[in-house]
């Protein structure tokens, strides 16, 4: 199995079909590096063509899920973008910004379920990530923020795209044009996420039974996620 610099796959059981995928840039709270949207695809693509997995669980190594792009990697976009010639430097710039989304939707091609477990901050990019997703969940402590609009750029990795057909349009645009932080509970009433956890291990135990296959709680009127943990 490929060795990333700032991704790690995970096979917790050798008889599961579940797989994870950490984020593991975890001293700097999962910022996205350029490495990063080079590895994930490749990582992504790997996944798709085990035969072994049948699904994904995307999580974030350390106390957050992720914050953003690596504001490093934003200068020095910046930096290229901006010097010399300003029509050569605007097209290097639309090309890169196609390969950054591109690197996302790598979630979408994925033919495996991808599900997002959400915990600590989910910042800019992380958003973007999360959008693409099949399903998400999060942590009563989790936290959201479609940051772009504080640092005068725009969230165009793909929040603006998939978040209005999950949220809605009027809640995506308030969101995107205050850069408001957003709570877990919030996230479950919007219909971000599908259910919010008192604790990290509650998440990994009832994602867990849900990636296992275990769908027949999504399907009942009286869904329960405690019963999910305790069936478990």
């Known amino acids: 199995m490929e060795k990333f610099k700032t991704l790690e796959i995970v096979q917790k059981n050798p008889n599961s079909s579940v797989f994870h995928l950490?984020?593991?840039?975890?001293?700097?709270?999962?910022?996205?590096?350029?490495?990063?949207?080079?590895?994930?695809?490749?990582?992504?693509?790997?996944?798709?063509?085990?035969?072994?997995?049948?699904?994904?669980?995307?999580?974030?190594?350390?106390?957050?899920?992720?914050?953003?792009?690596?504001?490093?990697?934003?200068?020095?976009?910046?930096?290229?973008?901006?010097?010399?010639?300003?029509?050569?430097?605007?097209?290097?710039l639309r090309r890169h910004i196609k390969g950054l989304q591109d690197a996302v939707t790598a979630i979408e091609r994925c033919r495996k379920p991808v599900i997002a477990a959400i915990h600590g901050a989910c910042i800019g990019g992380g958003v973007d990530i999360v959008t693409a997703c099949d399903i998400r969940f999060c942590t009563k402590d989790a936290f959201f923020s479609v940051k772009e609009v504080d640092l005068a750029i725009t969230a165009d990795l793909g929040t603006l795209q998939r978040l209005p057909s999950i949220v809605g349009f009027g809640?995506?645009?308030?969101?995107?044009?205050?850069?408001?932080?957003?709570?877990?509970?919030?996230?479950?009433?919007?219909?971000?996420?599908?259910?919010?956890?008192?604790?990290?291990?509650?998440?990994?135990?009832?994602?867990?039974?849900?990636?296992?296959?275990?769908?027949?709680?999504l399907r009942t009127s009286c869904f329960s996620w405690a019963a999910v943990v305790e069936q478990h």
């Open 22 to 92: 950490h984020l593991n840039r975890p001293s700097h709270r999962n910022a996205l590096s350029p490495d990063f949207f080079s590895e994930f695809p490749r990582a992504l693509a790997s996944l798709d063509q085990n035969p072994s997995a049948n699904v994904v669980i995307l999580y974030g190594a350390g106390d957050h899920f992720c914050s953003g792009i690596d504001l490093k990697s934003l200068n020095s976009i910046a930096e290229r973008a901006l010097s010399g010639d300003r029509g050569r430097g605007g097209e290097w």
């Open 171 to 217: 809640n995506a645009m308030e969101l995107a044009l205050t850069g408001r932080r957003l709570s877990g509970q919030e996230a479950k009433q919007m219909g971000l996420v599908s259910g919010v956890f008192g604790s990290k291990q509650e998440m990994d135990d009832a994602v867990g039974f849900v990636a296992e296959g275990s769908f027949y709680f």
